[in-house]
Every structure is written in structure tokens, then in C-alpha cells.
């Protein structure tokens, strides 16, 4: 099973495959007992799937269980959360489903101003914070002829993309503020 | 590198607590003291933000992706049957 450090070596879509393949079908039974759906389990676990993720990703965990157990934890407590909301509290009360910070999304007209105005910055941001590619990582991918000149890129985009977010800044004081 | 591309280098070491402590003492005696680089670490840290959520939403792609395949090629047969075996009841 998948860790960090074999996450940048490997396709995402293998390790996320291997994850379906393996945890899928516990979690399909486990819900389905409970009355969910198909649909339900699907959706529980694409995001129990990115929470691994950037977990993963993000801050380098590295869980006691094996990865399985992990995530099949984690999506069960995604199906805690999803019932408390959608079908009521009973029967759930004594499970802590606070088990992670909701990040405020940023709006969507706004996301979607910052793709159309330069995707390919944001394609070499986000594999730099998001998929926390290395720079030697980055340039590769990117066809940059260093991991010196990927790190100017990459400053130079956050510049781009920060201006866009100050042009927009009063279009979206809430989220700004 | 020019510049203003130290400067938000300067501002990503202070905003996600990288690079050498002093250098970060220094970048935060220069916030203080300067409305206008304020104003560019509040926009540095929005922009973070929504680096975040693109790349999230091209994980959700992804994972939708992957779904979809193994849930309609014949490739995966024995996993379609599998999970049609558990919703049949």
C-alpha cells in the first residue's frame, strides 16, 4: 500500500486505484449494512480518499495501522459525518466526527477567474503545494531546465496569481477579509 | 531572482514558517512596520488558499476518474460483481 514517499515515485491514479480496489469493498458492505447506498459509499470515499491524501501528502503522516485500517477509519468516520448531517444525530452520539478542520472554500467564480487567466501557473503551484513535488520534480514535469529556474517559475507565478487575487479582491471581501 | 520575487519568497518563509528563524524575525519587523506589505501577505495567503483548493478539485477529477473506469471497464469485472454482490440485498 501506498506511503508518502512512494506517492511522487508512482501514478496518483495507480495508488488511488489500489486504494479502491482494496478499501472499497469494506466500506461498501460497512455502509450498506447501515442502510446507505452505492452512490453514498462512492461519494464517502472520494473524500475520505482526498483527506488521506493530503495527509499523506501534506504533512508527511504516516499512520500506526497499516494504510488500509487508515483509511478505511478515516472514510468511516466521513459516513458518521455525512449521517449526522443528512439523516439525523441518533445512534452516532458517542463517535467524535470532528476529526478534521473544514478548510472556508474560496468562491468558485473566483477559481474559476484564476484558471481561465493562467491554468498553467496554477498547474505548477499546485504540484508544488499540493502534491508537494520536489523542484527537481517540478522542472521535470514542467520542462524547466533546472530546479534553480523552477524555483524562479514558481515564484513568478505566485506573483501572477497573487495580483489576480488583488484584482478580484473587492469582488470578494469575504473571503479576502 | 529580482526583487519583488525575494520579497515573496521572504513572505512564503514567514507565512508557512519555512526557511532560517532570524530571516523570518526580520520579514515580520517589515510587516509591522509596512501597511503595504501587509496587504501583500493577506493576498500571498489567499492565493495559497486557492492553489489548495485547485489542486483539490483536480484530485476529485482524478479519483472520479479512476471510479469511473473501475466501474465500467471490463477490466475490473471482479470488482463490479463484488460491489453489485453488496448492494443486492
Redesign the interface.
Known amino acids: 500500500m501506498t506511503r508518502v514517499d512512494e506517492l511522487s515515485a508512482r501514478s496518483?491514479?495507480e495508488s488511488?486505484?489500489e486504494w479502491?480496489?482494496k478499501v472499497?469493498?469494506p466500506l461498501?458492505?460497512y455502509i450498506?449494512r447501515r442502510g446507505g447506498?452505492?452512490e453514498e459509499a462512492?461519494e464517502t470515499f472520494?473524500e475520505a480518499?482526498?483527506l488521506y491524501?493530503?495527509k499523506l501528502a501534506l504533512s508527511g503522516f504516516s499512520p500506526e495501522k497499516t494504510n488500509e485500517a487508515y483509511l478505511l477509519g478515516l472514510a468511516k468516520k466521513r459516513w458518521f459525518r455525512y449521517c449526522a448531517r443528512n439523516r439525523g444525530r441518533e445512534g452516532i452520539s458517542h463517535i467524535d466526527i470532528a476529526e478534521e478542520k473544514e478548510?472556508?472554500?474560496?468562491p468558485r467564480k473566483?477559481?474559476h477567474y484564476?484558471?481561465q487567466s493562467g491554468k498553467k501557473c496554477?498547474d505548477v503551484?499546485?504540484a508544488f503545494?499540493?502534491?508537494n513535488l520536489t523542484m527537481e520534480q517540478l522542472a521535470g514535469r514542467f520542462g524547466f531546465k533546472s530546479a534553480r529556474s523552477a524555483?524562479?517559475q514558481k515564484?513568478?507565478c505566485?506573483?501572477k496569481?497573487?495580483e489576480q487575487?488583488?484584482r478580484k479582491?473587492m469582488c470578494y471581501e469575504d473571503?479576502?477579509s | 531572482?529580482r526583487t519583488?520575487?525575494v520579497e515573496?519568497?521572504q513572505i512564503?518563509n514567514w507565512l508557512l514558517k519555512r526557511g532560517n528563524p532570524q530571516g523570518r524575525l526580520l520579514t515580520e519587523a517589515k510587516i509591522l512596520c509596512s501597511p503595504d506589505l501587509k496587504e501583500?501577505v493577506?493576498?500571498?495567503s489567499?492565493?495559497?488558499?486557492?492553489?489548495?483548493?485547485?489542486?483539490?478539485?483536480?484530485?476529485?477529477q482524478?479519483?472520479?476518474?479512476?471510479?469511473y473506469?473501475?466501474f465500467h471497464s471490463s477490466k475490473h469485472r471482479s470488482?463490479q460483481n463484488?460491489?453489485r454482490a453488496?448492494?443486492k440485498?
Open positions: 496518483r491514479s488511488i486505484t479502491y480496489v472499497f469493498p461498501a458492505a450498506q447506498s452505492l462512492k472520494q480518499i482526498v491524501y493530503e478548510r472556508e472554500p474560496i473566483l477559481l484564476l484558471e496554477l503551484l499546485q503545494y499540493y502534491e524555483t524562479v515564484y513568478k505566485l506573483e496569481v497573487r487575487v488583488k479582491a473571503f479576502l | 531572482m519583488s520575487l515573496i519568497a512564503e501583500k493577506h493576498l500571498q489567499a492565493s495559497y488558499e486557492a492553489i489548495h483548493q485547485y489542486g483539490r478539485e483536480k484530485l476529485f482524478e479519483i472520479r476518474a479512476v471510479e473506469r473501475l470488482f463484488r460491489i453488496i448492494f440485498h
